[in-house]
């Protein structure tokens, strides 16, 4: 997995069409390419988030930057994410809670089994939080690069609502478990929260 930043993608594009091939050439990973597969995972989450839209088909295709006309369009798109993965989240976690996710734990930690009847709806919840941790990665770094005052001030608001939203599916999913799997579960929701600004890819 790569973290990659926000602001050095956004960087490599100019203000008109990127084209693909454009894009490989001039983005670099530690002075490399990217693989052509991991750079199209990248400016699709890129596209998830807003901070890109892309436009055609196959070779034709290119993407623009900074696709948002205002405020409201801005906010708007947002709050449109944040309900799609709070409704998948709440959706798993009905299945999940009183339920064990971690059978045959190992002294130490070191080795688990996934419970069978629990592990798509496990692996379903952990893609749906990744994708509200990026979003507050992505929200903080457009906060932290705007000039709009108003604008910054909704934003903070947004993050404060999955913050506490996360807040609350955290505690669900812990209530009533043994310390071994709680400890389990708190290690895979740190490993999905990115640094401020960055995906983790």
Known sequence: MQIISIGYILECMNDEKNYFGDLWQTCLNNKKRFNRTKLKEILKRMEVLGHIKKHGYKDDAYYVKYYHYSMEENIGFINNIM????????????????????????????SSKFNK????????????????????????WTKENSDDDKLKKELKNCFNQINEFMAEINQRLLQGRGTEERILLQRDFTSKIPKAGYLKI
């Open 117 to 140: 009847y629990t592990k798509s709806d496990y692996e379903l919840l952990l893609t749906s939080m990744s994708g509200m941790f990026e979003l507050a990665s992505s929200i903080l």
């Open 83 to 110: 309900f799609t993965y709070e409704s998948k989240i709440n959706s798993t976690i009905k299945n999940l809670e009183n339920r064990k996710i971690f059978v045959d734990i190992s002294k130490g930690l070191i």
